[in-house]
């Protein structure tokens, strides 16, 4: 018997094409698999009946020849997405009764291609995190075990960590989430799946809570590449209501997947492996052994201003914080706490409100830009985010995509307490880089750790050189035959 | 790098956030430690570098130039902590 949760979309897609299965039981096998495992603490607000609802409209549609690209398919969308009348946190106590009166447009593009919204996902408070600690409604639970402590309780990453965890766990068949310094990847290789940060402007940032507006950018997880593919293909897209939206023809990243990599160059950079893990060094070198097998012409490179970008990304994304989240003042949505004056109303707001990463990082943003610090900080910074963008494009007359590690080690524990945030911040030193850029990135689960964790590989690629990631990826995919989580 | 107690508070003041005095100890010492790790950017030369060259090189596309009349005043002040008026109802400021 077809155990649904564990079909990937394209499959699911033949079986309810051919009516062999309806997205009413699909959609009801993912919502008990959601309750089986609701210690992940993956969903903040579970859009159980909504889901059911909107599933038996789905069948309909498939017994009317009338179904669309995602028909009847069940996702789930990370809390920084508004979804109209559905609960929108951002993983803050701060906007816990936000319901929001308008759809987010990537949200929007998928659900009239028929997907279906099982619920939304538990983050990292704004965004900001590379463990999923830090949101207001508590940790989520990463669904791999450690071969050598399996009673120990592992980050799924962040801040997309719920996105990944519910992705890995077979509860949803992809997720959205959104990455700003690597909060897709990185969860993405956590938990064993596939994750793409795409171009800079390519899918819309319309209802998507910003974080740092400059870097953040919406994207899938799956458990396949072609699934991952398929999802991104129908929620980006131009979008009038974001200006930073970029106006391309977006293709059918799906089909035109080509496993025919011969000739591809295929850039190593050192600066990426230096101090690595043993373990992350063999599975950079597997990748090189399967791209090449295919064709693939391997050349190291060197990518001189890669230390500089978390320095970088670190002075620039609290700085856009500290002024995007300024908003959260208690006067026209989310919590607010009284106060005898205005000023005293926004200050007792705001501290009840945020959580400590939160509070730290607007204050970085607002030293950073305050009178007297400007130029030595964030004009300095964008100066140098211009270097590393530079630095990329260089590298792209000479190869044609990138192969790195995702991340520098597998998911640590989440009693682990890593209290010094620079070395939490160290997470993303791998992932950031695109952010800056503006370039795609995409992990794809590639081998276990010696605890039998999975570990990820990123590929990087010149803007709008999404289907090429696919491409290179699918042929990883291939090779590692990464077996994701059973049960 | 290091901050002082009274650059903590003045930046807690700045963006609105009440701090307590172990507060301002805490953050003062992570934050002198991000700054100080920030540091090493200090030797990058970007003298070279104008502020024009950062400009993005993408052309923006335009929209059309159409009044959108949408009234969204009642499902937007359903999210309002306090509302009187159709308007949105905060501590009097002005003495």
Redesign the interface.
């Known amino acids: 018997m077809t155990q649904l949760t564990h079909l990937t979309i394209s499959k699911a897609k033949a079986l309810l094409t051919k009516g062999e299965i309806s997205s009413k039981d699909l959609v009801q096998a993912h919502l008990d698999a959601m309750e089986e495992k609701k210690g992940l603490n993956a969903f903040l607000t579970p859009c159980s009946d909504d889901a059911l609802k909107k599933a038996d409209l789905s069948d309909a549609k498939y017994k009317n020849n009338t179904a669309r690209a995602l028909e009847g398919i069940p996702l789930a969308y990370k809390d920084n997405f508004c979804t109209k009348d559905v609960r929108t946190t951002c993983g803050s106590k701060i906007l816990e009764?936000?319901?929001p009166?308008?759809e987010a447009t990537v949200t929007d593009n998928l659900n009239n291609q028929g997907a279906i919204n099982l619920g939304k996902l538990n983050m990292d408070e704004f965004a900001m995190g590379s463990g999923n600690i830090h949101s207001a409604y508590g940790p989520v639970i990463n669904p791999w075990k450690s071969t050598e402590d399996p009673s120990k309780k592992l980050v799924p990453g962040g801040s997309s960590g719920g996105s990944a965890a519910s992705v890995a766990a077979n509860i949803t068949m992809g997720a959205l989430g959104s990455d700003t310094g690597g909060s897709i990847r990185q969860p993405a290789s956590f938990c064993g799946i596939v994750g793409i940060k795409p171009t800079y402007?390519l899918c819309s940032r319309y209802g998507m809570i910003a974080f740092a507006s400059s870097l953040d950018q919406a994207g899938p997880l799956a458990r396949t590449v072609e699934d991952t593919a398929l999802i991104l293909q129908h929620m980006a897209g131009?979008d009038?209501k974001d200006?930073t939206?970029?106006?391309v023809k977006i293709p059918d990243y799906t089909n035109n997947i080509n496993k025919n990599i011969k000739g591809l160059k295929v850039g190593v950079p050192t600066e990426y492996l230096e101090g690595l893990h043993p373990d992350g060094q063999a599975l950079v070198q597997k990748g090189i052994e399967w791209l090449k097998a295919e064709g693939a012409e391997i050349k190291e490179i060197s990518l001189k201003t890669t230390?500089?970008a978390l320095?970088?990304y670190?002075?620039i994304a609290p700085a856009e914080a500290?002024s995007n989240l300024?908003r959260f003042?208690?006067?026209?949505?989310?919590?607010?706490v009284?106060?005898?004056?205005?000023?005293?109303?926004?200050?007792?707001s705001?501290?009840e409100g945020?959580g400590k990463e939160v509070?730290?990082r607007?204050?970085?943003g607002?030293?950073v830009l305050?009178a007297g610090y400007y130029d030595a900080?964030y004009?300095?910074?964008?100066?140098?985010?211009?270097?590393i963008t530079e630095d990329f494009n260089k590298a792209f007359y000479d190869v044609d995509v990138l192969l790195t590690p995702t991340t520098p080690t597998a998911a640590f524990g989440i009693d682990e307490k890593i209290t010094?945030?620079?070395t939490m911040y160290l997470n993303d030193v791998y992932t950031a880089t695109a952010n800056l850029a503006g370039i795609p990135g995409i992990s794809v689960p590639a081998g276990l750790d010696h605890n039998g964790l999975p570990l990820g590989l990123q590929l990087l690629g010149p803007r709008f050189s999404e289907q090429l990631l696919f491409n290179a990826a699918s042929i990883i995919e291939d090779g590692a035959e990464f077996k994701g989580l059973r049960g | 790098m290091k901050?002082t107690e009274a650059?903590?508070k003045?930046?807690?003041q700045?963006?609105?956030?009440?701090?307590n005095q172990e507060e301002i100890i805490s953050?003062g010492q992570?934050?002198t430690?991000?700054?100080t790790?920030?540091e090493?950017?200090n030797d990058?030369d970007?003298s070279h570098?104008c502020?024009t060259?950062?400009v993005p090189q993408?052309t923006?596309?335009e929209?059309p130039d159409v009044p959108n009349t949408d009234s969204?005043v009642d499902?937007?002040l359903?999210?309002?902590?306090?509302s009187s008026f159709n308007m949105?109802s905060?501590?009097?400021?002005v003495e």
Do not use: C
């Open positions: 009764n936000f319901v009166p308008y402007g131009f009038p200006a939206s970029i106006d230390p500089l320095p970088v670190y002075i500290s300024a003042d208690g006067v026209r949505y989310g919590e607010r009284k106060g005898d004056s205005l000023d005293e109303m926004y200050a007792n705001r501290e945020f509070k730290r607007i204050m970085i607002t030293y305050s900080f004009t300095k910074a964008l100066k140098i985010k211009h270097l010094d945030p620079v | 901050l650059e903590i003045r930046v807690a700045l963006a609105r956030i009440n701090l953050y992570e934050i430690n991000i700054l790790w920030i090493q950017l990058i970007v570098i502020l060259d950062l993408e923006m596309s929209r969204m499902a937007i359903e999210n309002a902590p306090q949105f905060v501590p009097k400021m």
